[in-house]
Antibody, heavy 121, light 110 residues
Framework: QVQLVESGGGVVQPGRSLRLSCAAA????????IHWVRQAPGKGLEWVAV????????YYADSVKGRFTISRDNSKSTLYLQMNSLRVEDTAVYYC??????????????WGQGTLVTVSS | QSALTQPPSASGSPGQSVTISCTGT?????????VSWFQQHPGKAPKLMIY???KRPSGVPDRFSGSKSGNTASLTVSGLQAEDEADYYC??????????FGGGTKLTVL
């Protein structure tokens, strides 16, 4: 069955960096676009970034553009999110999500369980 | 891009129907047929309930249906059941390679 498992979250100081991973299994990872979506504690969902199935194109929310980098290693069926210059407002549970159909349709059909990132001094 | 607008709460009794709205603009909901709806129970990951405005993934009960009129999309839950109590979020493609979400609606089954 389809599985997405995030890791790499933790507590980090403002201005520091963190890299999240999302390990995929149960489907042909190299044929799907994958997104990162986050949810601040007690708040709603916020789209973060997306990467094409082959890594050729990447798009970001304005709130993270220039600070976060999405990447993937199809040989390892793994997605990454490199987060630099972290801010308190980046505190959230970060989910990776597979999209069905058109890359930016928002039809996220499988989600990981999420990994919590806390930015605090 | 601003978030889509959803009512903070909605409620209904078991067996009743409830509709949750999701209002955007002519640049997102009103322009693209890429509206999705997600159900999220406390402490769990979101679950896709509706995509491309009206389509239901396999395994989602047909009690859940989606529609759109102008800049507003709607999710209707018919025959409410206790397990439908959850937070519901809409999303839409907003152009310029951006996806936006609504603020979420807490559905209470009375």
């Amino acid at each position: 069955q389809v599985q997405l498992v995030e890791s790499g979250g933790g507590v980090v100081q403002p201005g520091r960096s963190l890299r999240l991973s999302c390990a995929a299994a149960g489907f042909t990872f190299s044929t799907y676009g994958i997104h990162w979506v986050r949810q601040a504690p007690g708040k709603g969902l916020e789209w973060v970034a997306v990467i094409y199935y082959d890594g050729s194109n990447k798009y970001y929310a304005d709130s993270v553009k220039g600070r976060f980098t999405i990447s993937r290693d199809n040989s390892k069926s793994t997605l990454y999110l490199q987060m630099n210059s972290l801010r308190v407002e980046d505190t959230a549970v970060y989910y990776c999500a597979r999209v069905r159909g058109q890359l930016l349709s928002g039809a996220f059909d499988y989600w990981g369980q999420g990994t919590l990132v806390t930015v605090s001094s | 891009q601003s978030a889509l607008t959803q009512p903070p709460s909605a409620s209904g009794s078991p067996g009743q129907s409830v509709t949750i709205s999701c209002t955007g603009t002519s640049s997102d909901v009103g322009y693209y047929n890429y509206v999705s709806w997600f159900q999220q129970h406390p402490g769990k990951a979101p679950k896709l309930m509706i995509y491309e405005v009206t389509k239901r993934p396999s395994g989602v009960p047909d009690r859940f249906s989606g529609s759109k009129s102008g800049n507003t999309a709607s999710l209707t839950v018919s025959g409410l059941q206790a397990e439908d109590e959850a937070d519901y979020y809409c999303s839409s493609y907003a152009g310029s390679y951006i996806v936006i979400f609504g603020g979420g609606t807490k559905l209470t089954v009375l």
